[in-house]
T-cell receptor
Framework: DARVTQTPRHKVTEMGQEVTMRCQPILGHNTVFWYRQTMMQGLELLAYFRNRAPLDDSGMPKDRFSAEMPDATLATLKIQPSEPRDSAVYFC??????????????FGQGTRLTVV | SQQGEEDPQALSIQEGENATMNCSYKTSINNLQWYRQNSGRGLVHLILIRSNEREKHSGRLRVTLDTSKKSSSLLITASRAADTASYFCATVPYYNQGGKLIFGQGTELSVKP
């Protein structure tokens, strides 16, 4: 049963600390998305990758957020330093682009981040 | 920035009734997708409809797409208490060849037994 795996599921950290969230996309998928969900802003697209290359990270605060794909089985989202306003649920999703067609995205269970 | 807007924001119905949710978007699309999210969980894909399609069915779900009005609707027939969830539309803009997937704010559906 292929699924997107995110770790950790929950993270509580103090303001100023570095936070790293990890995502294992579905094997064979060539597209990875990072989203942030809050009550106020809804689902915001932070960044996405195709074949491990970043296509768009305009949704991320550049000074403190960074996203990478060290290899095809791992995507990471880092926040350094973290702030209370970063508290949210962060979702990773993966999908497939074939020619000019895009498939649906498969979501992980999310990382619930609380910065105190 | 968000491409899609769902309407209504919240919907409460009785079990057995039909639920209709609408989505409007701003720019031309490659495809439009509907997702469901149960409280505290990740999103689950329901249906994908391409820009050259007008209607799609999957079980009790029916999705329509009107590209001239830049709108879509999701109909859930014979609703059940288990359908209680938030429903989101998401679009892949045509102008963006990268396949950016942008979500609306969602409709919160409550189905009362």
């Amino acid at each position: 049963d292929a699924r997107v795996t995110q770790t950790p599921r929950h993270k509580v950290t103090e303001m100023g600390q570095e936070v790293t969230m990890r995502c294992q996309p579905i094997l064979g998928h060539n597209t990875v998305f990072w989203y942030r969900q809050t009550m106020m802003q809804g689902l915001e697209l932070l960044a996405y990758f195709r074949n491990r290359a970043p296509l768009d990270d305009s949704g991320m605060p550049k000074d403190r957020f960074s996203a990478e794909m060290p290899d095809a089985t791992l995507a990471t989202l880092k926040i350094q330093p973290s702030e209370p306003r970063d508290s949210a649920v962060y979702f990773c999703a993966s999908g497939l682009k074939r020619d000019s067609q895009y498939t649906e995205a498969f979501f992980g269970q999310g990382t619930r981040l609380t910065v105190v | 920035s968000q491409q899609g807007e769902e309407d209504p924001q919240a919907l409460s119905i009785q079990e057995g009734e039909n639920a209709t949710m609408n989505c409007s978007y701003k720019t031309s699309i490659n495809n439009l997708q509907w997702y469901r999210q149960n409280s505290g969980r990740g999103l689950v894909h329901l249906i994908l409809i391409r820009s050259n399609e007008r209607e799609k069915h999957s079980g009790r779900l029916r999705v329509t797409l009107d590209t001239s009005k830049k709108s879509s609707s999701l109909l859930i027939t014979a609703s059940r208490a288990a359908d209680t969830a938030s429903y989101f539309c998401a679009t892949v803009p045509y102008y963006n060849q990268g396949g950016k997937l942008i979500f609306g704010q969602g409709t919160e559906l409550s189905v009362k037994p």
